[in-house]
């Protein structure tokens, strides 16, 4: 066994409290190397005496290089001293926290530790989130339902969109459109800012405590937050508190009075007065963005005001969660304060934060409930809408993921295949609904929560913004019914099968050079295999099984025979088969 590869620490993603009796244990080896993995584990406190147990362990990832095994164990006193033997043909070794050995070590003492699972340290994302679909909605160009707070301006809608232009959407549009939401099956939105902002996206904040009058009060978002409640519909806002806009009252004041403001230590001002020298700020912001200033969360009166503020709307408004912009550029001790207040405020609120990169950092209970999945985005992408990733290549990415994070955190994931700050997936496939919905199959059966663009379920295309922000098609003889049809019934398929949420994911077919795949979800004694052809041509697949199966979209029945399924896709085609 290849030595070098072999990797284990008794923290984060590698040893962690799954739930409150629960650890995970998992181990690197490399590919194919180790043909059996065994966790030797006791109490810290006790080994000799009551004895030591041991578990095998289970390839549950593998990617490119490594196979990653895991093993689950329920300490009876909370904590544990643990090792691994492992095992390929005649050699077998046994690794503890110094290093490796050629006979089982007799000192448990030099084993590693998990020292005590203590509650508060458990990494618990509300359980609601595996279970939810959400769909993302831009306020300004989802539905104008009052035509007395369009901005000045306002165009008529459905006209191209530009960065500063503006169509007049709103809360109204949105609270008389929560039927189309409810017929897609969604039970959750996710809303891009809606606090008052003078540009069409808002995230440049004038005010944290009032919602843009082009959108609404108040008032009218408590009423959109109920109505959806009434209907089982979660509410999630975006917080930009990584900066502010030009326009926000303490930022203005420090633009009148330089140093000498009140509020000078609230941004990061490099030098005064605040200028712009050869394009870059005097002062920190967004990228090199002049309008958006970032705000030193370090400063208590930030953070007190920005506390108050996520407060403010779960209390009062009754919202169910928080997405957080550019959540990687903001300090982690303000992350932690902010999810004391937040889970404070209502223990389930949903914590996501926009990190297109691996996050583990902030996944480990103490910060956010879920990332932005964008690497798993540009996997499904890559192999089912641009063709340049092959069904192995797509699996060991995949692999990848699944490896990276402690379990809850893959499932409650947020999983999206594009958004405001992307090019519309219907247009990345170059208008081929078929790679449209093959992506959108594997999007709503992977462990963590999808979420539908606006838009995408009739049909809407568009390039990167602004492009992807236009405006709804509420013309239904303009809207691909037929799409939104099948959007429809991936939500109700997924919501009503547990194993297609937080089963297990098995892999069963990802050969090199081929854009097939197929992989198999399971839970409660519920078992669907997925299958994919992510190709131009039309594929057979032959796949391990034994019994009765039917498509669960089609209803279309299969038959094992002599232990295997035979499934023919066309082109860009899927099948979803359960058992049974
Ligand atoms: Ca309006």
């Given at each position: 066994m290849l030595r070098e590869a072999i990797y284990h620490r008794?923290?984060?993603?590698?040893?962690?409290?799954?739930?409150?009796?629960t650890v995970h244990v998992r181990i690197r080896t490399k590919r194919g190397d180790a043909e059996r993995v065994t966790l030797l584990h006791g109490d810290k406190y006790n080994w000799h005496e009551i004895g030591h147990e041991t578990t095998e362990m289970r390839v549950f990832a593998q990617d490119a290089l490594f196979d990653y095994w895991q093993a689950e164990v329920r300490p009876a006193f909370r904590r544990l001293k643990y090792g691994f033997r492992l095992q390929a043909g005649r050699e077998t070794l046994w690794l503890n926290e110094q290093g490796f050995h050629e006979q089982e070590p007799e000192n448990p003492y030099l084993y590693f530790e998990y020292p005590f699972l203590n509650p508060a340290d458990v990494f618990e994302p509300p359980a609601w989130v595996k279970d939810a679909v959400f769909y993302q909605i831009f306020p300004e160009r989802f539905a104008n339902g009052d035509p007395s707070n369009d901005p000045e301006g306002v165009l008529p809608w459905g006209g191209e969109p530009t960065p500063a232009n503006f169509f007049g959407g709103d809360l109204q549009g949105v609270i008389d459109h929560l039927d189309h939401l409810e017929r897609l099956g969604v039970n959750a939105i996710y809303f891009n800012p809606l606090f008052e902002a003078t540009t069409n996206h808002k995230y440049d904040t004038e005010d944290y405590r009032k919602v843009d009058s082009h959108f609404g009060t108040n008032e009218k978002l408590k009423e959109l937050v109920d109505a959806c409640h009434a209907r089982g519909i979660r509410v999630l806002l975006d917080a930009v508190f990584n900066h502010s806009g030009r326009t926000f009252a303490p930022f203005v004041d420090v633009l009148k009075k330089g140093q000498t403001s009140k509020y000078a230590d609230w941004f990061h001002v490099r030098q005064f007065p605040l200028t712009v020298k050869e394009g870059i700020p005097t002062f920190d912001t967004f990228a090199f963005t002049e309008m958006m200033p970032k705000l030193n969360t370090e400063n208590p009166d930030v953070q007190a005001y920005l506390l108050e503020v996520a407060r403010y709307w779960i209390e009062e408004i009754g919202v169910d969660g928080w997405r957080l912009?550019?959540?990687?550029?903001?300090d982690h001790r303000f992350w932690r304060k902010f999810r004391d207040v937040v889970k404070t405020a209502k223990p389930d609120a949903y914590i996501l934060g926009e990190i297109w990169h691996d996050s583990l950092p902030w996944l480990s209970g103490d910060q956010f409930d879920a990332v932005m999945n964008y690497p798993l985005t540009e996997a499904i992408l890559d192999f089912a809408v641009k063709g340049t990733r092959d069904g192995r290549q797509f699996a060991d990415q995949l692999g990848s993921l699944l490896a990276a994070y402690p379990q809850q955190a893959t499932e409650a994931a947020f999983n999206l295949l594009g958004s405001h700050d992307t090019a519309r997936l219907l247009t990345l496939a170059g208008n081929d609904k078929r790679r449209v919905r093959l992506a959108s199959a594997i999007q709503f059966t992977m462990p963590g929560t999808p979420c539908v663009y606006y838009g995408d379920e009739i049909g809407l295309d568009g390039g990167n913004d602004p492009g992807c922000r236009k405006c709804m098609e509420w013309d239904e003889s303009k809207q691909d019914l037929e799409l939104f049809g099948f959007f429809a019934g991936l939500t109700r398929l997924r919501r009503s099968h547990r194993a297609l949420r937080d089963g297990s994911l098995r892999l069963l077919a990802a050969e090199p050079g081929r854009a097939t795949l197929a992989y198999i979800r399971e839970a409660d004694g519920e078992r669907f295999i997925v299958a994919l052809n992510a190709g131009r041509r039309q594929a057979k697949l032959s796949l391990q099984a034994t019994g009765e199966w039917s498509d669960a979209l089609k209803g279309e029945p299969f038959r094992a025979e002599r232990g295997k399924i035979s499934v023919a896709l066309p082109a860009y085609g899927f099948a979803v088969l359960k058992q049974g």
């Open positions: 008794p923290k984060n993603n590698w040893c962690y409290a799954y739930d409150r009796q912009d550019v959540a990687n550029e903001v």
